[in-house]
Every structure is written in C-alpha cells, then in structure tokens.
C-alpha cells in the first residue's frame, strides 16, 4: 500500500510520523509532499519518508492519499490535483470545516474520509472521529482506521453532523483544557508557589484525575460528590463556578467551536 500525504504541517506530520510504522504500508516508505523548502530538506534528513516537492510524482501512483493544509489552501490544491488522479484511490481529510460533497465535487471523486484529528495526536493521544462517503467499502474503511490508530484512537460516526460536534468537543477541546490549566497555574503563582511547583501542581492534578477516570466506572460528578465535603474547601470552589454558571460558559464554548464548523462547511 502506498500512502501519501499532503501537506507536513502539525497535523500532516503528526499522522506521517505514526503511520511511517504501520505493518499495513508493507515496508513502502510513507510519501510526503509539501512545498516549503525548509520543511522538504529537514524531510529528506528521516529515513522513514519519501519526500517530494512534485505532485506528479507522488500523487498518481498512491492508494490512500491524507489531505493535511488548512483549508483555504485547498481550493489551489484540489485544482492541481484533480488532472493526476484515479477513482481508486481513496482521499483522507484532515481539514477542519471542507465537507465530503466539496472534496468529491472538486477532485471528481467517489471515494473520500472526513476525519477530525486533535492535537494530542502529536504524543499518541489523539482522537480521530471519521466518516465515509458511501463509495467506501468496508475493507477500505477499516485500513484508513488501522492508519488513524497509529496516533491513539478513532470514533467512527455516522454522519458529517458528528465530525463538526467533534470539532466542538474533542478537536477544539485540549484548547479548553489548556486555558483551565492556565487559569490553576495563574492562580497558584499567586499563591505564592514557583513556576516549577505551580507547573507540578496543576499537571499532575489533570493527569491524576484522568487517570481516575479512566480506570473507574464512575460519573465526573460522582467524583465532584467524592471530593467535595459540605461547607469544605473544594465545595465552596465548586459553589463559586456553580454561582458564576461556569458550566453553562464551557458549553456555549463548545458550541461555538461547532457552529464555526458548521459556518466553515458552508463557506466551502
């Protein structure tokens, strides 16, 4: 199998550095196509990649082709792919916001994947959300998945409604994530602690309540019950976000990340 992909900006590069070890390429070195000079000579430096500057000479010969550039580049891109390719290969999206019907449209093609990646992908962590056009097959459809797993996980959903609420939840999500931690960090600093123990603090906390979690079969709310003693300490933390409907703003927050989405697909 050879698979190519477009683009080896954070995304494109993430996925290329975790299917570079997939058994399903079969010892065929993953392609790379990008056009910033920089980016193709540190390319040309890894062993697991062939690095290209030329679509014509890595487009037409793959089977599974990853799209990875934003998404306003794609209408230039889409135009100088579509004289190189065949109705067999099949075309992954990583780009936020293009729909299914648009890359079909552009390309003429049957057979396209809308995914939406995130950003822990970078450490295998990630979680992909995917979906089919009904060109697909099963076989095929189950290849593109093994290739997704190389950075963590994927979610099959039904339809393009789902991977623009996944644009809401998981792939703007390390960005709430993070904006909380700042918040702890911003606080604890405050409070007097070091940079460094302020860093131990609030990453540790994440990681151990995760973790919790995880291996738990437990409600987050459950958990909040579990911590929380009445008139105690992280009661009146929780009393202060409650009174300030700080749920309700996370919400609309996802929300919003997933109107934009939905705005970004009619746009295209």
Known sequence: MKVLVIGAGNMGLTYSEGMAE?????????????????????????????????LEDCLPKADIVFIAVKPYHSDGLFEKMKPMINHSQIFVSLMAGVTIETIQQKLDVKKVIRTMPNLPAQVGKGVTSYTESTDVSKVELIMVRNLLDTTGTSIHVNTEKFIDASTGISGSGPAYVFYFMQSMLEAALKMGFSDYDSKVL???????????????????????????????????????????????LIQDAAYAAFDRAVELGKDK
């Open 202 to 248: 609030v990453s540790s906390t994440f990681e151990g309540a995760i973790e919790l979690f995880n291996q738990n079969n437990i409600s987050p709310k459950s958990w909040i019950a579990k911590v929380a003693s009445k008139g105690g300490t992280t009661q009146a933390a929780i009393d202060s976000m409650e009174d300030n409907n700080v749920k309700q």
């Open 22 to 54: 997939s058994p399903l390429l079969n010892k065929h070195k993953l392609r790379i196509y990008d056009t910033d000079p920089k980016k193709i000579e540190t390319l040309r430096q890894d062993s697991r990649f062939n690095v290209f500057d030329n």
